[in-house]
Structures are given as structure tokens and as C-alpha cells.
């Protein structure tokens, strides 16, 4: 079965700590992204997001990143956990960032 609690990395660096899963499957955490754009230092980002608990473990689940603490933008992560053949959990995911723009005439490039 498939914890999303702990600490996970992806391909360019970035972590994120998910603190626990409770038996609904919510769940809140830190991302502690290893890319950005903005102007400021990057510093670590609250999360939360809920994971569907089926019965052979490989579940879907989804989060958002309220990255406050340094940009004015925000990301939705959407994946699955899949556990490969030497019982290792792997999370494949998507997402979508949505930056802040100053008119609904700029809204094209604000995702």
C-alpha cells in the first residue's frame, strides 16, 4: 500500500514532506521547491490535499501549494502512487501553476 507520508523528491530537486494521511485521506505538508522564477529567496510552502485509499494501494490523490511565502502564485498537483516491482513507491504527477496577473485582459499567460 501506498504512504504518501514522509518525504519524497522529484527529477529536478524539489522535495516535499507530507506530515500524515489521516484515515480520510487529507493530508498537509511542505513542498520545498528546487525551481521559481520569482524575484525572492525561495523558502519552504505549506501544501494540502487529499489522497483516495483504495484496497491495492496504487490511489490517486491531489494537493495544492500556496507558495506565500515568496511569490504570489499558486499550484495544483494531481498523480497516482504506483509501487514498482522492488516494492518502491513512485509518484507520477501533473500539474498546473497559476500566476498572479494585473488585468482579466493579461488572464492568457497568467497559467
Request: charged letters at 20%; hydrophobic letters at 30%.
Amino acid at each position: 500500500q501506498c504512504n504518501l507520508a514522509g518525504w519524497w523528491q522529484n527529477d529536478l530537486g524539489s522535495r516535499m514532506h507530507v506530515f500524515s494521511v489521516n484515515s480520510q485521506g487529507d493530508f498537509s505538508g511542505e513542498y520545498h521547491t528546487a525551481v521559481s522564477s520569482a524575484q525572492k529567496p525561495i523558502k519552504p510552502s505549506p501544501l494540502c490535499g487529499t489522497q483516495h485509499l483504495d484496497e491495492d494501494g496504487q490511489s490517486t490523490f491531489g494537493f495544492t501549494v500556496n507558495w506565500k511565502r515568496f511569490s504570489d502564485s499558486t499550484t495544483v498537483f494531481v498523480g497516482q502512487c504506483f509501487v514498482d516491482n522492488n516494492e518502491k513507491e513512485i509518484l507520477q504527477t501533473a500539474w498546473l501553476l497559476r500566476q498572479k496577473v494585473n488585468s482579466l485582459h493579461s488572464d492568457w499567460k497568467a497559467t
